[in-house]
């Protein structure tokens, strides 16, 4: 194995066996003289590949490509028919809901149990248990068998217990990184971290941008069953995917009720020209939750937030906004300590924890001296008009900081201090619309040009 490599998988094949009766399953047992009652099947062929120390791989391949075969080969939980693994390093896998955890034990005894498969010694996982169930934050349940948690409280203790195992290696699957939106951008932290100090990540999803805003590299599964593989630069794969994948749509057959459009029908009276302003363009309605107050902080502690929340144009609190609507955010922080040169932050993240806007009070404040006496309420107000956001879950991070540029420290940063949630029915990709997009359409018939 090559000296940097931490993973190296050398003409790696997995081969199943397919019966097509149980009788033939049966036949297999009392089979002689190497008869085969079965048919294989390669989920896995000869794959090589490898990766190094302090890379993120994304995995992605339609549904039956080999993923979770390859990764269960990884984690050494299948065995290669052919080819082989080498491993360089402590693994832990997010791949099935808590595999490994016995539903009759309590949640306390299954995490003695699963970081002791990982190689922790009783008093190492006593110094590191309290850690685990905060993180997981499933509170008394920990005392529970594991057979009465919800699936969202399996993942939570699942993804504490592998953030504190010391992995080198993390596999994991991004369908099962879930649980609610605030632990998942918990998760979301925590594996930023990990990449950020140098661990090894293999993470399997469907979804591209996932990948390509997580990865620098990524491996396509290209064909079942064939040797069809491609690795490369994240973006430069998901692209080559993506045009596979609308290729493939292409090329199949239309499904029972799709009507095509019957082209021999007369069309209705087609206007010269068609205008479609921001309203008509059906605005996407935006969901907003209250002050998560007790988010994960960190700040020295001048001054602390007792309020965050969203507002409309008069000043009225809202649970709801329509995408192009005047907002604001509306922050109050009760200040401790005299603070000179005050700065507000506002972050809004999509569900990977990616920083899609951030605005701060810094340039603003800073021509004029502002200073807070300890005992200030200080409310301040960001305005502006709902984003357009692409369907799914945001979350707001509120900061209040002392300084200037670069220049200051956190008094008080909540993650995750306001959870968004989009109901967005035009934007297919990307993060954001245009604001304010209004459309124009001009149709001139054949024959009716004016002439040059
Ligand atoms: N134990 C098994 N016996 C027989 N065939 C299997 C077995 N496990 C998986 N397969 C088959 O191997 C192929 C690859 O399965 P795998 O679960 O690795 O794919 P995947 O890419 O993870 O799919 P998905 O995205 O749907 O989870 C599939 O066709 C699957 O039906």
Known sequence: MSSDAIIEVAHVSKLYHIYDSPKQRLSQLFARGGRKHYREFAAIRDLSFRVERGQTVGVIGRNGAGKSTLLQMICGTLTPT??????????????????????????????????????????????????????????????????TYSSGMFVR???????????????????????????????????????????????????????????????????????????????????????????????????????????????????????????????????????????????????????ACFVNARGQRIDTARAGEPVAVRLQVRIDQQVVYPAFGITIKDRLGQFIISESTDQAFRSSRVVFAAGDLVT???????????????????????????????????????????????????ICGLPELSLRLARTPVGAELPA
């Open 157 to 307: 203790l699942a993804f504490a217990v592998i953030a504190h195992v010391d992995a080198e290696i993390l596999v994991i699957d991004e369908a099962l990184a879930v649980g609610d939106v605030f632990f998942q951008q918990k998760c979301m932290r925590f594996l930023r971290q990990f990449q950020a100090n140098g661990g090894t990540m293999l993470f399997v999803s469907h979804d591209t941008s996932a990948i390509v805003n997580l990865c620098r590299t990524a491996l396509w599964l290209k064909k079942p069953s064939t040797s069809e593989y491609v690795m490369g630069d994240s973006d430069e794969v998901c692209k080559a995917y993506l045009r596979d994948f609308y290729a493939q749509q292409v090329q199949e057959e239309p499904r029972a009720g799709d009507a095509a459009p019957d082209l021999a029908a007369p069309a209705p009276a087609q206007p010269g020209a068609v205008s479609f302003t921001p309203d008509t363009l059906q605005p996407s309605v935006v969901q907003i939750s209250g002050f998560n107050a007790g988010g994960e902080s960190f700040g020295r502690g001048g001054g602390r937030f007792v309020d």
């Open 82 to 147: 052919d080819g082989e693994i080498n491993v360089r390093g402590r693994v832990a896998a997010l791949l099935e809901l808590g595999a490994g955890f016995n539903p009759e034990f309590t949640g306390r005894e299954n995490v003695y149990i699963a970081s002791a498969l990982y190689g922790l010694s009783r008093q190492q996982v006593d110094a590191r248990f309290d850690r685990i169930v905060a993180f997981a934050d499933i509170g008394a349940f920990i005392d529970q068998p594991v057979k």
């Open 380 to 430: 301040v107000e960001f305005a502006f008009r709902m984003p357009e956001l692409l369907q799914g879950h945001y979350m707001v991070d509120i900061a209040f900081a002392e300084g200037q540029g670069h220049d200051h420290v956190q008094h008080h940063w909540i993650h995750d201090a306001i959870a968004l949630s989009s109901l967005n029915g035009r934007l297919v990709q990307g």
